[in-house]
């Protein structure tokens, strides 16, 4: 008996060891598809997709706030001079491109030949005003055009002796005779320097007024007006390093979205968490109270059993007391009687 079980006990079983290695092997596999594992599967994929969404996000809101604060470093306009009796004058729209508080320096450009009219004419005035309101073409001086600011700067053409005027000419000549330049000269007249305007659409400039003012009628070529923003601060920085900004407020508006997003993310978790550990709460409760009324219809039950022996016993009770005397003895008394017959029937074996 011990030899069998011990050769029991001693037989080899390839099927167990067999799965104890496939076990062993499979184990790394089902941890990696596991539920907890595919639920941070899911939750990695979510959090690229939206990191990704993000950052093209965050690019788009760096290039909103750029345009938005950041006014136009060279904005310039062209006017057209109207000749007349008056003095030659002209005017020029804007749109909104003008941003409060900054500093502008504001200069008028002449292009002005070189003919013996213009050299004779001398120094000249340039008369600037801004205005508000639009149209410029009707903004003549009145009561009712209020101007920004106004400004009234000298101007004269550089002089130039007639050997080295004739010494230019001629080494300018193929130049000129091929068209690449003409006898010209362009004059910048610094305006305003440092001009800012105060906050409110009402005093921010939307037209312009150019007049020239001389004793003689000068020829001009071109005139155009140049509004250049001196940036400071912040505005300098993100103007003059534009990848570097790029790359750093786009990140920080990157990081802060993600933040948020993963701040609001663990809320609506910990939000849905709570719900749905209270609703598992309150399942068992409803389920114990089900219970309890079962228990209660049960009860009812084994007091309706015990109830009905009684009433049998009742039943049993009222039939008369000679006959159950009767019926006990009889069955007493064969009872008596085959324990005879049994005895008998052992002593006559034995014999």
Known sequence: ?????????????????????????????RALVS????????????????????????????????????????LEREVHLQFGNANPWGTAHFDSEFVALQPYDVSVTLELPRTPSNLDTGNFMLDLTLFSSRPASALLPGPN????????????????????DVARRVSRMPLYVVGLRRESETLEVPMMELLEFTKGTQNLPQSLRLEIQSDSKLQVYTARVEFRARLTGLR???????ITSFVVFSSLFWSVSV?????????????????????IKEEPE?????????????????????????????????????????????????AEARGVQRRRSHLTQTD
Do not use: C
Not at 1 to 29: H, K, N, W
Not at 46 to 65: E, K, N, P, Q, R
């Open 1 to 29: 008996m011990a030899d069998s079980e011990f050769g029991d006990e001693s037989e080899y079983d390839p099927s167990s060891t067999r799965a104890v290695i496939m076990d062993a092997i499979l184990a790394p596999f």
């Open 35 to 74: 539920k907890s594992a595919l639920r941070l599967y899911l939750n990695t994929l979510l959090f690229m997709g939206a990191a990704t969404f993000l950052i093209g996000i965050s690019a788009i809101a760096y290039g909103v706030f750029y345009f938005k604060f950041i006014p136009t470093v060279g």
């Open 145 to 164: 055009n209020v101007p920004i600011s106004q400004a009234r700067r000298p101007a004269i053409m550089t002089y130039a002796s007639p050997l080295v």
């Open 236 to 242: 300098w920085l993100m103007y003059r390093w534009k």
């Open 259 to 279: 933040l948020s997003a993963g701040l609001t993310w663990l809320a609506m978790t910990w939000v849905l968490g709570t719900m749905l550990k209270n609703e």
């Open 286 to 334: 409803d389920s114990i109270k089900e219970e309890s009324g079962d228990g209660d219809t049960s009860e009812e039950s084994s007091e309706v059993k015990k109830e009905e022996p009684e009433e049998h016993g009742r039943l049993l009770s009222s039939y008369p007391a000679e006959g159950d005397e009767a019926g006990t003895g009889s069955g007493l008394e064969s």
